[in-house]
């Protein structure tokens, strides 16, 4: 065979095909290399080293697969002395990763099938040890996430996921609003363990924060507030208006428990809740959607109430003037107390003690959709993996299949 085609191909710059045998009954394409030059420069101090003695390898090195077929390199394991401090020290070929029996785009080839299956999924696809490909694969993550730059942020999200499902442990994911990437993930959404992060990375990422988009969680705000008292907080619609459909839903539960219509039953807990929390302009988009929410609303005049405030709470969204949104609050506020449901009267506390952050949506835009999306792909991760018991583990994986930032090539 053609030995300059195979170098072309191979793109080695430290070393020369010699040899290529095609086995085709096992499908593998055996190359042997040597050492365009016998020598390198000290670890240490720099200093020229020279050869002091050639060693066949044991093992062959996998390397990505060539017309079809499985590839293996072999080459003499080549030690060099430093003229100067007289160390000793094997010379690593350039294609070379960390572990001694792939090639560095070998593993990249496998780190990025794993981010889309499992890790052990990813090994036995490749023919590999699944606890030796673990062992590669956190290592290769920690070393990106030691080198790791975040872009600077100037709007931030802020949720929680559960690392342990079902046993009050969550975890904190932080996101770059704009450019929909994560950022980090904490440990617990503690406000001390937010307050800490933010603290450490003030002066750097988050120099020009101007917004932070938060749930209704008080720690958060105190944090956010301690560290960056002029950064804005935007709570984030969805749970704003999660809330607000639950009073709207509580009070179809009311109707329904009084009603006696079997068929009316029937509709109120099926069809009519999709029809009472679906946005109207979706709903009468059509007659005959026009004709069915009507149908709804003539059932209970509070029902009417509690849907015409919930669809008037939705334009104060729209409003892209924080005097005027401030303006349409109150407003609704005096028509909610005088409509007097029990339903309301959750709510109208939250509106109350979260007034500002709301209405801050109306300067800002923001929401945390981005970041339930992610929560989304992180639920995905976990399946995966079977669950975590490691937090650091948890962390790494959500980064490489979350975080833009997260750079692996050059790692080995």
């Known amino acids: ?163 342990l499902r079902g046993r009050g442990n969550y975890v904190l994911l932080l996101h770059d609003l704009d450019r929909h990437d994560v950022i980090d993930v904490l440990p617990d959404r503690r406000k001390e363990t937010l307050k800490d992060y933010l603290e450490e990375h003030r002066e750097g990422v988050f120099a020009g924060l101007e917004a932070v988009c938060i749930d209704m969680w008080k720690p958060y705000k105190q944090a956010v507030e301690s560290v960056f008292p002029n950064a804005e907080i935007v709570v984030d619609r969805f749970h704003v208006m999660q809330n607000l459909n639950e009073a709207l839903d509580e009070c179809r539960r009311g109707i329904l428990k009084k009603t006696k219509d079997a068929e009316i039953k029937d509709l109120l807990r099926k069809e009519y809740r999709f029809i009472l929390l679906r946005a109207r302009e979706e709903q009468v988009s059509t007659p005959e ?71 801050n949506f109306a300067k800002h835009a923001i929401t945390n959709g981005s970041v339930e999306g992610t929560n989304c792909k992180v639920k995905l991760v976990k399946r995966l993996g079977y669950g975590y018991k490691s937090f650091e583990n948890f962390r790494l994986r959500i980064l490489h299949v979350c975080c833009k930032s997260l750079c692996l090539n050059g790692l080995h």
């Open 1 to 163: 065979m053609d030995l300059g085609f195979w170098e072309n191909i191979l793109q080695f710059p430290d070393m020369e095909v010699v040899e290529v045998r095609l086995d085709a009954s096992e499908k593998a394409l055996h190359l042997e290399l040597r050492w365009k030059e016998e020598s390198g420069r000290c670890p240490k101090c720099g200093a020229e080293a020279r050869k002091r003695k050639l060693e066949p390898r044991k093992e062959p090195v996998r390397h990505l697969d060539c017309i079809g077929h499985k590839t293996l390199l072999y080459f003499d394991a080549l030690e060099l002395e430093c003229t100067a401090c007289r160390k000793l020290f094997n010379r690593k070929p350039s294609f070379m990763s960390e572990p001694v029996f792939i090639s560095g785009a070998y593993l990249d080839g496998m780190m990025k099938q794993a981010q889309g299956t499992s890790v052990a999924t990813a090994a036995q696809w490749n023919g590999q040890s699944g606890s030796s490909f673990a062992e590669m694969y956190y290592g290769q993550l920690k070393k990106a996430d030691e080198g790791r730059v975040i872009p600077p942020v100037r709007r931030l999200g802020v949720d929680e996921t559960a690392f």
């Open 289 to 359: 959607g026009r004709k069915e929410l009507q149908n709804v609303l003539n059932l209970d005049p509070e029902l009417k109430s509690l849907y015409r405030l919930k669809e008037g709470f939705r334009q104060i969204y729209r409003m892209r003037s924080p005097g005027r949104a401030a303006k349409a609050l109150q407003k609704w506020l005096r028509r909610a107390q005088y409509a007097g449901s029990r339903y309301l009267k959750d709510f109208l506390q939250t509106v109350k003690n979260w007034k500002t952050e709301i209405l």
